[in-house]
């Protein structure tokens, strides 16, 4: 949503492509008490994907939305999951009263973290704002007394995290017998191996069996697709309005080659030197995440970390600074990767580069939110190059190397210089070009002659063939 995206000096110039700038909020038919918040607010022209989803969804079709990260996802379900909830206790025939306390709660939006399940149910209420609809949070990690009474003072939406919304519903204390529609956000999270189950045993205890069900993500593959299909109609439509690239356009993507033991130091220097806005890095461990925080504010700088083992009052506390503009550096775990919308992040940091492409896709949307620039570095160590090729095939663009020669790597750690010792067979190999050992992984130290009789294809293993040959059970007695 933008007040003016040819005018607004806080825009980057080429985001025709993001806002539909032919469309207002008022002609997607949407109430005048939605209209009066948008219009205060300053909200003229909805994102193609709230252009494109708003519509449907308000005639009440399933639909599976795709679209770049911060394109505004949430306000194009939230709109007109607000709208309805608003018919649906303006009508007393509906069953739902005042206060919604006899049926449950209308809507039920499901969320992959609990800072995205926070930073959902904070723009919903803030959409709603001049309307009853009321919004209520479900998530672990907080007082679940707190959550039922929220839900029993009428919480007509409710967002949640599963493992929450599937408890209190046991319990008794959740009632699905009033819903009327359901949302899945990062739908791609949501259907994979972690919470498949979790979903499936939400949407079957729902007994509306007309709900109308909302899937929006940045990535839906075919599979994702197939499977999100299985809990909606038959009929349910797929909106994509990505062109092209995946990843958000205005993001200026660079990667830097680096060793494993020189990134702490990479890193301060790009932080140094750049002197960028306020950061996140991201890291793929909760290990790394405590050690380059640490390092970073050991260093002067203004850190904070966040992942999963920390409670979730610390974790609130960390959110709560970083919009506030109190944290220079967000250390953080892939956590983060999905449940962060702060428009001032300007740049992202890959200090690990991800295993899964998409991942990579979904970090980098943290910056360039509503339009503006942002600018994404990964850190990319010597034995990770088709790693990267694999991330610009996704993102459809070439991340270009950026020089660094300010920069002086450190020498090689001992214990590295130690065990590639270890690992040299012939540690007095001649000079001679076809003597030199060229072997990898188990084969590390042989020379070329060497393995060119061992292998006369050329196609030489990584690794040694496992004791059983790859049999499927292992031999007795040993």
Known sequence: ??????????????????????????????????????????????????????????????????????????????????????????????????????????????????????????????????????????????????????????????????????????????????????????????????????????????????????????????????????????????????????????????YLSVEPWDKRSLLLKLLHNEKPETTVVFCKTKMTVRKVAKYLKDKGLNAREIHGDMQQKRRNSVMKQLRAENVDVLVASDLAARGLDVDHITHVVNYDLPEDPEVYIHRIGRTARAGRRGTAWSFVTPDQGQLLTEVEKLAGAMIEHMAYPDFKPGPIPEDIRDERARQRKRPDAPAKASDRAVGVGDFAGYTEDELKAMFPDGNIPQNLPPKNLGAKFKRRGR
């Open 1 to 254: 949503m933008t007040v003016d995206p040819e005018n607004s000096p806080s825009l980057a110039p080429d985001v025709g492509d993001l806002f539909d700038t032919k469309t207002t909020f008022a002609d997607l038919g949407l109430h005048e008490d939605i209209l009066q918040g948008l219009t205060e607010h300053g909200f003229v022209h909805p994102t193609a994907i709230q252009a494109a989803i708003i519509k449907p969804i308000l005639e009440g079709r399933d639909v599976i939305g795709q679209a770049r990260t911060g394109t505004g996802k949430t306000a194009a379900f939230g709109l007109p999951f607000i709208h309805h909830a608003m018919k649906l206790l303006a009508d007393p025939d509906s069953g739902e009263g005042e206060g919604n306390k006899k049926t449950g709660p209308i809507g039920l939006i499901l969320a992959p973290t609990r800072e995205l399940a926070h930073q959902l149910a904070a723009e919903l209420d803030a959409l709603g704002k001049h309307t009853p609809v009321r919004t209520s949070t479900v998530i672990g990690g907080e007082s679940s007394r707190d959550q039922r009474d929220s839900l029993a003072k009428g919480g007509h939406l409710v967002v949640g995290t599963p493992g929450r919304v599937m408890d209190l519903h046991g319990r008794r204390q959740l009632d699905f017998r009033g819903l009327r529609f359901v949302a899945l956000d990062e739908v791609d999270r949501m259907l994979d191996i972690g919470f498949r189950d979790d979903i499936r045993k939400i949407l079957k205890s729902i007994p509306n069996p007309d709900r109308q069900t909302v899937f929006v993500s940045a990535t839906v593959d075919e599979a994702i697709e197939r499977l999100g299909r299985s809990f909606m109609k038959d009929d349910a439509e797929k909106i994509v309005t990505v062109s092209g690239s995946l990843t958000v356009a205005q993001v200026d993507q660079k």
